[in-house]
């Protein structure tokens, strides 16, 4: 198999787990064990009645049913829960595309939406993002990508790494547009809790049968260690990826299920806080950004907790990402993870003591790095 190394999860090793301060993370911030149980009552007893033998394909059906009330139409027949939405994504691109099929895809995207669609050998189609245009992702350039060719359609809203997103009516119009082609729609919804001016937009398999959503416990639920996402699909189309997981991970942990079945139907005690910290995080860190503009240059997110935080006196971003991760300990994602160097993602889900602490280190960063270009600081000032 010919598959591009994930830029991300490489950086991710070298420093996830030695970097004092994390603001790389595209998720709030963390939940432990100890604070679950106390607030979703979970016992002893709970836990020592669990039986740690097989469980279902598609999941137990109390997880199925908390995820389909939440996040779909109610119909646990359209739910399989998975380690993780990235499992999701790969049984996806794995048994629903072939060699030589059309894939539109965002960019920049996280890598697995489209790197495993290309090891297939699908020809892929770019819907940019571009900084000029506040990320807005542009209709018009979608309909102009999307014709009778096109076998799959991914997108990722509220997206990651930018923030941006799509307003309902736009939502609709990818849809029709989605609808006009006969084309799956992959709608990775991992953020869609977090919004911060805009509703929360509807899963698209109420509206379109070919739709297939994804959801995570991963980045509003603060619960990435726990391996639990989901794909809502026709029951045909979960069929399908059944096919393929029968061959990998089979199914998920009973003890886990259990776990993320409480998270899901007690949601918005795990999600409401981590977003009001998201909502204080993002002021200040906007105001860092104004007060550094000689610097960089911010596009406000519309939902998710990361931005994509332009740097153009930058020449080496890596460089610039591993010395502040080794002389600061400070951990950012360079945006060569993204395929745009001229960027970073800073992640503000964080606590909001680590985010002040890691900016003011960026602050120093900045004023005393060396190989910084010069022009930008002329053309800034300037400006
Ligand atoms: C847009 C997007 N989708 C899916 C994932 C996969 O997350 P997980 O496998 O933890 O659910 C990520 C992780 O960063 C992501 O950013």
Redesign the pocket.
């Known amino acids: 198999m010919d598959i591009a190394p994930a830029h991300?999860e490489y950086w991710l090793r070298d420093y996830y787990f030695t970097a004092e301060i994390d603001i790389s993370c595209?998720?709030v911030e963390s939940f432990s064990f100890g604070e679950l149980r106390q607030l979703f009552n979970i016992t002893p007893d709970d836990l020592d009645s669990i039986v740690l033998r097989d469980s279902r394909t598609l999941g137990a059906p109390d997880l199925r049913t908390a995820i389909g009330n939440r996040f779909g139409n109610g119909k646990t027949e359209r739910v399989m829960a998975?380690?993780?939405?990235?499992?999701?994504?790969y049984l996806i691109m794995n048994s629903l595309l072939e060699p030589g099929d059309e894939v539109v895809v965002l960019d920049p995207?996280?890598q697995?939406?489209f790197s495993i669609a290309e090891s297939v050998g699908c020809r892929l189609k770019h819907w940019r993002l571009r900084f000029e245009d506040s990320f807005h992702p542009d209709l018009a350039e979608a309909r102009r990508l999307i014709g009778p060719e096109t076998r799959m359609i991914v997108v990722?809203f509220p997206?990651?790494?930018t923030g941006a997103s799509l307003t309902p009516e736009e939502q609709d119009e990818l849809i029709d547009l989605a609808a006009g082609a006969g084309a799956y729609l992959v709608w990775?919804a991992?953020?869609a809790e977090l919004t911060y001016d805009s509703p929360v937009l509807p899963d698209p398999g109420t509206r379109y049968d070919r739709s297939i959503t994804?959801?995570?416990?991963?980045?509003a639920y603060g619960l990435?260690g726990l391996?639990?996402?989901w794909c809502l699909a026709a029951p045909e189309v979960l069929e399908r990826l059944v096919r393929l997981r029968d061959y990998t991970t089979l199914a998920l942990s009973p003890l886990v299920e259990h776990v993320a079945t409480r998270a899901i139907e007690n949601g918005d005690l795990l999600v409401q806080p981590r977003l009001a910290q998201a909502r204080h995080n993002l002021e200040l860190l906007v105001s860092w950004a104004n007060r550094h503009s000689e610097f960089v240059q911010l596009v406000r997110p519309q939902g998710g907790v990361s931005v994509f935080m332009r740097v153009p006196g930058v020449v080496d971003i890596e460089d610039f990402c591993r010395q502040l991760a080794d002389e600061y300990g400070v951990l950012l994602v360079p945006g060569t993870s993204f395929g745009d160097p001229g960027y970073v993602r800073v992640g503000f889900g964080c606590s909001t003591t680590e985010l002040t602490t890691a900016l003011s280190r960026l602050s120093e960063h900045f004023h005393t790095y060396k190989p910084l270009v010069t022009e930008f600081h002329q053309t800034a000032s300037s400006a």
């Open positions: 991300l595209s998720g998975t380690n993780g939405s990235s499992e999701a994504i995207a996280y697995q939406l990722n997206h990651n790494p990775d991992a953020f994804l959801g995570t416990l991963s980045k990435p391996r639990v996402g």
